[in-house]
């Protein structure tokens, strides 16, 4: 009997524009931060130098040796030891926290 009841007037613009609301917080905490974290990515995958060293997301420790063409990298993990490995398999946040550890103690020897 209440489902056949036709719902208020004046009510269904104030649903559209919470709705409308809710897409834009939505867009604001969840896919905004998502594509500047994604470009951030991007950019540190594009800016790898022979010689950094870096930490891929499996947790090997290496510096680069090569940069090659096809997206790939060589990672240099012991002397004389090599594997290749995709650029996108370097974790940012653990090779940013590894280069901020070593250059944490050069800066506390000059004090």
């Known amino acids: 009997m209440y489902l056949l009841q036709a719902a208020q007037p004046g009510f269904g613009g104030f649903q559209f524009i919470f709705l409308g609301l809710m897409i834009v917080v939505f867009w604001l905490f969840f896919i905004r931060p998502q594509a500047k974290?994604?470009?951030?990515?991007?950019?540190?995958i594009d800016n790898l130098n022979r010689g950094d060293k870096v930490v891929t997301i499996a947790g090997i420790h290496g510096t680069i040796?090569?940069?090659n063409e096809d997206g790939t990298i060589s990672l240099e993990i012991n002397p004389g030891s090599y594997i290749k490995i995709e650029k996108s398999a370097i974790s940012m946040e653990w090779t940013l926290n590894l280069?901020?550890?070593l250059a944490s103690p050069a800066t506390s020897?000059?004090?």
Do not use: R, T
């Open 109 to 111: 020897e000059k004090k």
């Open 37 to 44: 974290k994604a470009k951030l990515q991007k950019n540190f």
């Open 65 to 67: 040796n090569k940069v």
């Open 99 to 101: 280069n901020k550890s």
